[in-house]
């Protein structure tokens, strides 16, 4: 018998199980934030009808509040957020913080850009999967929450220590990188399956920016 | 209870260790080949591939075992997604084994077994490792990528 090297699709629910759950983490339809399934590219219209639907059922709330209705009580707990906003919050927060350290270092060693600006894009790209994936009804008081201060450049803890020297600067993305890296590896276990595919591919990512970085101080490739 | 026990991976935990398995037979049939087509640091760096992926092969088919499950053999050829004729073409069929053994490692990250989840990851990141070292470049999203994949009948 045969097989094919690049092939056979053998990995039936992997790779494209990103796009396979939506409905897991998103389950909890009431949750003031929830996460979604589909991968970054699957997401838009997903996004926007989940996102109509989790609009209209905060929206109904004051309604029934006011309402005095009966079914009340059965809103009067909280309901609790999927682990996933968590971590996903975290990973968010992780990216930004990442992008502001590109920033910081491209704009004290401008010698650095051409060969950092690839990697700060994918870390660009990485937030945009992560976010995709978290959906807030808009005026919600978790809407705020969203997305926390590092975006706003140098302002940002961990940015402004970036180093002026170049080996220096380039060891400080280094140590950013491999930490990024490890706390998904860590919190992977701890997500529904989709996200933690995406936690993963996102990890690797980071891991390959660290001998990517090495080649821009050897002077080297990339 | 005790932490010596193994735990019974699920058949979906299986299916998926099986489907890394037959990425790794497939890397190891086709690193064979490149192999044949370069020299130097790129023969050595295929090398070492190579051997990395019989690793992984063995701890991928211990983990079988250990769940009660036959490993899946490997096929005595493989179509190639291109023909090799040189050095190019040989590193080109590397990136694409990386890429494919990546992808499937991340249905072990989909497991609901920690341990089974973090060897998926720490898998995917090694594959990306060497697939960015062979590309000369890196993605953002090691694994999702399915480009230039499409068998070859």
Known sequence: MTGTVAGGSATPGTAAGGSATPGTAAGGSATASTVAGGPAAAGPTADRSRRAVLAAAAASLPLLAVAGCKGIGALATPPRPAPDVALLRAAIAAEELMIARYDAVIARSPGLAAALRPLRAEHRLHLAGFRSR??????????????????????????????????????????????????????LTAVSPSLAQLMASVAASEATHVAALAAVRGGGRT | MTATTVRRATAAEVSAMQAALAAEHAAIYGYGVAGAHLTGTDLTAATSDWVAHQVARDSLQAMLRAAGATPVAAAVAYRLPRPVRGAVSAISLAVTLEDRVASAYLGLVAGSSPGIRKFGARQVIAAAIRAAAWRGRTVAFPGFSDRALSPQG
């Open chain 1, 134 to 187: 978290l959906i807030v009804p808009p005026g919600s008081a978790a809407a705020g929450a969203a997305s926390p201060a590092p975006a706003s450049s140098g302002a940002s803890p961990g940015a402004s220590g970036a180093p002026a020297r170049t080996a220096a600067a380039i060891s400080f993305l280094q140590g950013a990188e491999r930490v990024a890296a490890a706390d998904l590896l860590r919190r």
